[in-house]
């Protein structure tokens, strides 16, 4: 399956953003869909995951800020984030893959879109 990111962005810390990830499979419904992060220095890590029935997973530090969804009818994943911080900076990638995905089993790997929350 081809992922396709977009929705990063420059923004103040408190805004917020919607990423969205388009993927080309009609069986896209049955995949574990996630976004991961890597922040400048740092190695990629998990942000959410959703598995096709909509059970989600969130790392502890975005999980009362961030939402994770997915619209099987558009193949689309949704990450909204309410009150970024500067500490959620970095490429934000989508993935796809089985449940519960993780770094090491993601199957497919979006491009990658850059957000900035600035202090």
């Known amino acids: 399956v081809q992922l396709q990111a977009s929705g990063g962005g420059l923004v103040q810390a408190g805004d917020s953003l919607r990423l969205s990830c388009a993927a080309s499979r009609r069986t896209f419904s049955s995949y574990s869909m996630g976004w991961f992060r890597r922040a400048p220095g740092k190695e990629r890590e998990f942000v959410a995951i959703?598995?096709?029935?909509?059970?989600?997973r969130y790392r502890e530090d975005v999980k009362a800020r961030f939402t994770i969804s997915r619209d099987n009818d558009k193949n689309t994943v949704y990450l909204q984030m309410n009150t970024l911080k500067p500490e959620d900076t970095g490429v934000y990638y989508c993935?796809?893959?089985?449940?519960?995905?993780?770094?090491?089993?993601?199957?497919?790997w979006g491009q990658g879109t850059q957000v900035t929350v600035s202090s």
């Open positions: 959703i598995n096709w029935n909509g059970r989600t």
């Open positions: 993935a796809a893959g089985p449940w519960p995905l993780a770094t090491l089993n993601v199957n497919s």
